[in-house]
């Protein structure tokens, strides 16, 4: 992979910040869009602007093949069998959502259970909060080892006979962590029990089977891999989603409406109520193409070389604390002694750095640190070791300018 070929394809890049070169290392947040994203989305505002399904005339037409056809790649991009596995929403929390209130109402009663970890960002907390809250159901967690991994004996301990859905991140935005979810979704499937996965920090940076991985549902953002904001997949088993009744009713969603009653359209699209999302279809589907171009290999294995050198460098500057697995993903999240880490951000954001500061959606995981915030340089496949030079060197910067306060 040709990082600097990569990275004059986003032109974001180009330009300072506080009268130094933009270093973003943020894209765990939200990553930057390349000019093909940014085209093909001028594109169908310019050219071929319409509704999709509906219209039979030459503008809708284009619309709805653009839109389908972006189906059709996110179909292949993750391994599922068929296009009605794929659903269209808003993003990985609409739908998890989808599937807590959906399948879960429907499957989950007084004293089952619902298993996640204390990592899960909220969004993959909260959809389950509010189901064992209605249902009287029990919501357990499988504990984290103190490096921030899950043991499969933890696994296997924590989930039972009970256990109806199993929820679990494929990778933590907090801590990098990789989970094991083909060997949790057989513990969960051994059990009776579906397996959801949170996949928004997986699916932009290194190749996903969810088929392979043992995934019932499957959920990501399009913003995070170049894509969009607004736009997200729901992967879901076409058996399971069969049975799911929609939680959103109006048009496009429809098969027959009379007075009094109405019927669904087949899948995917009676969970696709209203306008759908067109414009970020088109553009998730020309990121696909985009990732699909570089190779996700290509840029699993760059990530990581950036990873293992920002973690040596951070490991020569006293007091800073790194969180997290030695093997991980491109994230690295981090504190410095008595510094918080919004005053820390506030100084690399002067020397031209974007890096996350807060709790990054995931209190449970900081108190489980006993912090209340940390800091957090994330990489994508436009990141250079120039850098996390920069950052280091920003870091020292921060160093000197906070004196005795950072040890």
């Not at 996640?116 to 993959?124: D, K, R, V």
């Not at 009287?136 to 256990?163: F, H, N, W």
């Amino acid at each position: 992979m040709n990082v600097q070929e990569v990275r004059r394809r986003f032109p974001i890049l180009d330009q300072e910040v506080n009268g130094h070169p933009l270093v973003y290392l943020d894209s765990a947040a939200t990553s930057q869009k390349p000019q093909s994203v940014i085209d093909a989305l001028d594109d169908y505002y310019r050219r071929y602007n319409s509704n999709v399904h509906r219209g039979v005339h030459t503008l809708g037409s284009l619309a709805t093949d653009a839109y389908e056809g972006a189906r059709e790649k996110a179909r292949r991009f993750i391994g599922a069998d068929s296009v009605e596995e794929i659903v269209f929403l808003r993003g990985t929390t609409t739908a998890i959502n989808l599937v807590a209130q959906s399948y879960g109402r429907s499957n989950v009663g007084e004293g089952d259970e619902i298993v996640i970890t204390p990592m899960e960002h909220h969004s993959n907390i909260i959809p389950w909060q509010q189901l064992a809250k209605a249902t009287g159901a029990e919501l357990k967690y499988i504990p984290l080892q103190p490096d921030g991994t899950l043991s499969m004996e933890d696994v296997e301990k924590t989930i039972t006979d009970r256990t109806k859905i199993v929820s679990v991140m494929h990778v933590s935005n907090v801590l990098g962590t990789i989970n094991p979810i083909r060997e949790i979704a057989d513990c969960a499937h051994k059990h009776g029990a579906v397996m959801v996965v949170d996949g928004a920090q997986s699916v932009p940076h290194m190749k996903v089977d969810v088929k392979e991985l043992g995934a019932d549902f499957f959920a990501f953002s399009g913003h995070k891999m170049c894509g969009p904001t607004g736009i997200g997949v729901l992967y879901g088993r076409k058996a399971l989603l069969n049975g799911m009744e929609p939680v959103e009713f109006g048009g496009e969603m429809i098969d027959f409406v009379d007075l009094y009653d109405a019927t669904w359209k087949e899948l995917p699209w009676k969970f696709e109520g209203g306008t759908p999302l067109i414009a970020g279809a088109v553009g998730l589907g020309a990121a696909i193409d985009f990732l699909e171009e570089v190779g996700l290999d290509e840029i699993e294995q760059h990530e990581k070389k950036l990873a293992d050198y920002a973690m040596e460098q951070l490991s020569k500057i006293d007091g800073v604390t790194v969180y997290g697995p030695e093997h991980r993903a491109g994230i690295v999240t981090f504190n410095a002694d008595d510094v918080h880490p919004h005053d820390l951000a506030t100084v690399l954001d002067s020397e031209g750095v974007a890096v996350r500061a807060g709790h990054h959606c995931a209190q449970p995981l900081m108190k489980w640190l006993d912090v209340t915030a940390t800091a957090r340089a994330s990489f994508y496949l436009y990141n250079t070791e120039a850098d996390v030079d920069a950052f280091v060197s920003s870091l020292h910067t921060a160093k000197e300018y906070f004196g005795d306060v950072f040890s």
